[in-house]
Nanobody
Framework: EVQLVESGGGSVQAGGSLRLSCTAS????????MGWYRHGPGNECELVSA???????WDADSVKGRFTISQDTHKNIVYLQMNRLRLEDTAVYYC?????????????????WGQGTQVTVSS
């Protein structure tokens, strides 16, 4: 059974940092593309960072230069390091696999999703 579990969310002031973790079971990140999504307007989730099974990464323009996606191969964990956080980064963040580019209905049946972790950025 495929399971994804996020952790590391919380509250932080603007300009601060958080690191999210996504732990997988039932598959390895070396075999599957995955992404970090965040809940936007309505029930749509935006892909903000992605990592291919080949190790290549991608970041949305809104987070480029501030967010970094990385993997701990030995622990089968993917991280999202979020620096210089802004008010508009406030959202529930999900890890999911595989990747759907752009926007996707949150918890779409086409992907495996974690339960989500809340990130709140305050002024």
């Amino acid at each position: 059974e495929v399971q994804l579990v996020e952790s590391g969310g919380g509250s932080v002031q603007a300009g601060g940092s958080l690191r999210l973790s996504c732990t997988a079971s039932g598959f390895t990140f070396d075999d599957r593309d995955m992404g970090w999504y965040r809940h936007g307007p309505g029930n749509e989730c935006e892909l903000v960072s992605a990592r291919g099974s080949d190790g290549r990464t991608w970041d949305a323009d809104s987070v480029k230069g501030r967010f970094t996606i990385s993997q701990d191969t030995h622990k089968n964990i993917v991280y999202l390091q979020m620096n210089r956080l802004r008010l508009e980064d406030t959202a529930v963040y999900y890890c999911a696999a595989p990747i759907v580019w752009g926007w996707v209905p949150c918890r779409s049946a086409h992907l495996n999703w974690g339960q989500g972790t809340q990130v709140t950025v305050s002024s």
